[in-house]
């Protein structure tokens, strides 16, 4: 069994940044199991949507539209970690971001190829 833990989210101002981070746990050289890992989030209401994903193997990167240059997904092949650097946030950055594990190929943006997720971690864009 493969167990995902966010931390890193709170509350910032408008323009502010935060650093979230997504550790796995549970399965040793997890690596060699999983092709990649996405960021979403859902504001309060409303689905959860796609944010960024990094193919582990060879680290491309997707983002939706939304955070491009703002947000950076990227990982630590030996803490088994990916984090998501996230600059200049707007309000509408709010939501619960939850991380997601894919062993097998997958469509960065398709939430049904993920086969892991973790608790979810609340961020806050606020003043």
Same mark, same amino acid.
């Given at each position: =069994?493969?167990?995902?833990?966010?931390?890193? %989210?709170? *509350?910032?101002?408008?323009?502010?940044?935060?650093?979230? /981070? &997504?550790?796995?746990?549970?399965?040793?050289?997890?690596?060699? $199991? +999983?092709?990649? +890992?996405?960021?979403?989030?859902?504001?309060? %209401? @409303?689905?959860?949507?796609?944010? /960024?994903?990094?193919?582990?193997?060879? %680290?491309s990167?997707? $983002? /939706? !539209?939304?955070? @491009?240059? #703002?947000?950076?997904?990227?990982? !630590?092949?030996? @803490?088994?970690?990916?984090y998501? =650097? +996230?600059?200049? *946030? @707007?309000?509408?950055?709010?939501?619960?971001?939850? &991380? /997601? *594990?894919?062993?097998? !190929?997958?469509?960065?943006? #398709?939430?049904?190829? $993920? !086969?892991?997720?973790?608790?979810?971690? =609340?961020?806050?864009?606020?003043?």
């Amino acid at each position: =069994q493969v167990q995902l833990v966010e931390s890193g %989210g709170g *509350l910032v101002q408008p323009g502010g940044s935060l650093r979230l /981070a &997504c550790a796995t746990a549970g399965r040793t050289f997890i690596r060699n $199991y +999983m092709s990649g +890992m996405a960021w979403f989030r859902q504001p309060a %209401g @409303k689905e959860r949507d796609f944010v /960024a994903s990094i193919r582990w193997n060879i %680290g491309s990167t997707f $983002y /939706a !539209d939304s955070v @491009k240059g #703002r947000f950076t997904i990227s990982r !630590d092949n030996a @803490k088994n970690t990916v984090y998501l =650097q +996230m600059n200049s *946030l @707007k309000p509408e950055d709010t939501g619960v971001y939850y &991380c /997601a *594990l894919s062993r097998d !190929d997958f469509t960065p943006a #398709r939430i049904e190829d $993920y !086969d892991y997720w973790g608790q979810g971690t =609340q961020v806050t864009v606020s003043s």
